[in-house]
């Protein structure tokens, strides 16, 4: 029996019933009501006494409860978001309440004016429709307060928030609010209470916003599908990705909630995911470019640099997953944006600030794994003239390029630009920021695809590029890129090795220009290839051409001196046979 009533209680409580005491004290009193009315007839000055006290107590104990909440929802809303007032005022639960002391009044009001105009018999409708609506207005009172109070706390805060944003409440906000600039974003509260969560140092809860922060936006990508550019919900998830998100990661940050900052990253991830499963490449670019973004931008503390190993993984993890659906669209424009923002951070270092190898991560796996997954999966890439693979955008002056060919042009044109930022660090500090010997394993793996997908116009000014960086190793006077080799130059087919050095001897190729330009200096997905040249060696010994004519172990066309291929290891185990 005391199992049975403790289950129902459970039930009850859970339901977020009254206390079970209320309602026995109700029912008591409703059957107490009944015996009186069915036995006893009052007369008309008893009746209007009664009235007149349900009236006046009932508007007593109204204004005052209602006063105590306007008050509890006011300093709730100044200490949140402002707009907490808006969302307590639009609850069902308070309409209802309001609805139900109205009428209960109003009815009181009626008896008093009918009394002793009436017969005996309306009057006692009268008398028990105002008890039984006094005894609801109190009950529902009570539960209106009880939810009152639970929304004040962090928690109830963002329990009513997320029930609030709905798919169609957040398409129907979002149409608003593109179309109305003073009308708040449908994650605009949300937001504000994150941060706030944040100032007070409250990790549980703004953990908690954050979770539904990203299970709201995904909710309303999968309700909107495919996003369309510029639409109202484009803007609304580009709002949200690009500022809200690096916003609240930079808030963590300078209150030295580190672990918030990085669990800000998974809201970013759970966005992008939602993305992906929708074949949404313009989501996909919002999500890469707001973590990517943040790159450049966090300081460069010690401390930090956890928060931007996070940043960079989100980002390359979001990319990845984005290549490996083929949504190559956003894929290649989040794979630009992000090589350009970690070398624009690498940039910025000074000698003096902590060091992330990270980088090293982005050049040996991440963009030349991208190649790599084109290459496995079966689409058609068809090799294209080298001005036009540099082109990230399409152009009207160029053949428009497939999604595919922007992500292999993003991946060098990425590869580049961080390669010939980590040398000018290094040649700036004397320090290393990424690891050579993994940098050229990098270059080298990356041709390797390029090969098998016939694409030699690229993989020759890939393979330039590779030499590029080995002759800067070679001839530079100090350490500078210690530890690099050229991989390539022994896993290059001859047609690639003798075409690539060929070229560059005569001038129709110059692998030099991603090296040379100066890296992060402006959007290379708006404008490619823009800037100026400034090459990392300063007054070398020998010119590049120069250093390429003297090599010994690179393949060329007969008369210019061609050499063998290097033995496999199976040619070097029949000739020690012999």
């Not at 706030?196 to 999968?222: F, K, N």
């Not at 956890?306 to 960079?312: G, L, P, S």
């Not at 600030?353 to 790599?372: C, Q």
């Not at 399409?394 to 428009?400: F, I």
Request: hydrophobic letters at 35%.
């Amino acid at each position: 029996m005391g199992i049975c009533t403790c289950g129902i209680e459970s039930v009850l409580m859970d339901r977020k019933f009254p206390n079970p005491w209320i309602l026995f004290m109700g029912v008591w009193i409703g059957l107490v009501g009944i015996a009186v009315y069915s036995t006893h007839t009052p007369n008309q000055e008893a009746a209007r006494s009664i009235l007149s006290t349900l009236a006046r107590v009932q508007a007593g104990i109204f204004a005052i409860v209602f006063s105590i909440v306007i008050l509890g929802v006011r300093l709730s809303a100044s200490r949140y978001s402002p707009r907490l007032a808006k969302s307590f005022s639009s609850d069902s639960t308070y309409r209802v309440t309001v609805g139900i002391f109205a009428f209960s009044i109003a009815i009181d009001i009626l008896g008093l004016y009918i009394a002793g105009v009436v017969s005996d018999t309306t009057l006692r409708v009268v008398l028990a429709s105002s008890g039984v609506l006094a005894g609801g207005s109190f009950v529902s009172l009570y539960g209106f307060v009880n939810q009152i109070l639970e929304r004040t706390t962090p928690e109830g805060i963002f329990s009513h928030i997320k029930d609030d944003l709905t798919p169609k409440s957040m398409l129907e906000e979002a149409d608003l609010s593109a179309g109305n600039p003073a009308h708040p974003d449908p994650f605009q509260t949300l937001t504000s209470v994150i941060n706030s969560t944040i100032e007070d140092h409250d990790r549980a809860s703004s953990a908690l916003g954050l979770s539904i922060l990203g299970d709201r936006v995904a909710a309303l990508i999968d309700y909107d599908g495919v996003t369309k550019d510029d639409t109202p919900v484009d803007q609304t998830i580009e709002y949200v990705c690009e500022d809200q998100i690096p916003r609240i990661l930079e808030h963590a940050v300078d209150e030295d909630l580190n672990e918030t900052a990085i669990e800000s990253t998974e809201t970013s991830e759970t966005i992008g995911e939602a993305a992906i499963r929708q074949k949404s490449d313009l989501a996909v670019e919002h999500a890469v470019r707001g973590q990517a973004g943040l790159i450049d931008t966090l300081p460069y503390e010690a401390s930090v640099e956890r928060v931007r190993t996070a940043v960079i993984d989100i980002s390359q993890e979001l990319v990845d997953d984005a290549a490996e659906n083929q949504l190559y669209t956003g894929a290649a424009i989040g794979t630009r944006f992000l090589g350009w923002k970690a070398s624009s951070s690498i940039m910025d270092r000074e000698i003096d600030d902590g060091r992330n190898y990270r980088y090293t991560t982005l050049l040996t796996s991440h963009f030349p794994s991208l190649i790599s997954t084109i290459a496995n999966s079966n689409v058609q890439v068809d090799d294209r003239p080298r001005h036009q693979w540099f082109q990230v955008t399409d152009s009207k002056y160029v053949e428009p390029s497939s999604p595919a060919e922007r992500l292999i042009s993003s991946s060098y044109g990425s590869m580049g630009e961080l390669t010939s930022a980590a040398i000018r660090y290094e040649v700036r500090t004397g320090q290393k920021i990424v690891r050579w010997e993994s940098v050229a394993s990098g270059w080298s793996s990356g041709l390797d695809s390029l090969i098998q997908m016939d694409l030699d116009v690229m993989a020759q000014l890939w393979y330039g590029t590779s030499l590029y960086l080995e002759y800067i190793s070679r001839e530079s006077s100090s350490e500078v890129m210690d530890g690099y080799s050229s991989y390539g130059r022994h896993r290059v087919t001859r047609d690639v090795g003798e075409e690539t050095v060929e070229k560059i001897l005569d001038g129709r190729l110059d692998p030099t220009s991603r090296i040379d330009y100066v890296p992060a200096r402006v959007d290379p997905v708006k404008n490619p290839l823009t800037g100026f040249k400034r090459p990392p060696l300063e007054n070398p010994d020998r010119t590049f051409k120069q250093w390429v004519d003297d090599q010994p172990f690179i393949y060329r066309r007969k008369g210019f001196g061609s050499v063998d291929e290097p033995s496999t290891d199976e040619d070097s185990s029949q000739e020690e046979h012999e």
